[in-house]
Nanobody
């Protein structure tokens, strides 16, 4: 059964860094469209970063305006994993973060990780 397993997250002070991981087994993520979303209390889940497969090992990446220049979505096809490197974290980045995979070699539909809490203290 295909699953996305997340790790990382935790509590960090403002200005600090964290790296979130999203790994899979059973199907390759190398041709899937991968994304990170986040949901803060009382708010809708929103897109943070996206890596869209184009061809071979070429991907297009996009970011929410609020995280541009601070967050980076990284793919490691050798480990069948995707990461979200978060630098210069701010209290407003506090949320539950989810990875998402769809398309490529994956069976139809959209797949979600279990979510991981990121808390940034001021």
């Amino acid at each position: 059964q295909f699953q996305l397993i997340q790790s990382g997250g935790g509590l960090v002070q403002s200005g600090g860094s964290l790296r979130l991981s999203c790994a899979a087994s059973g199907r390759t993520l190398s041709t899937a469209n991968m994304a990170w979303f986040r949901q803060a209390p009382g708010k809708d889940r929103g897109l943070v970063a996206q890596s869209t497969w184009r061809t071979g090992s070429t991907y297009d990446t996009t970011y929410a305006e609020s995280v541009k220049g601070r967050f980076t979505i990284i793919r490691d096809n050798g480990k069948n994993a995707v990461y979200l490197q978060m630098n210069n974290l701010k209290p407003e980045d506090t949320a539950v973060y989810y990875c998402n995979a769809r398309g490529g070699a994956l069976p139809g539909g959209s797949y979600w990780g279990q979510g991981t809490q990121v808390t940034v203290s001021s």
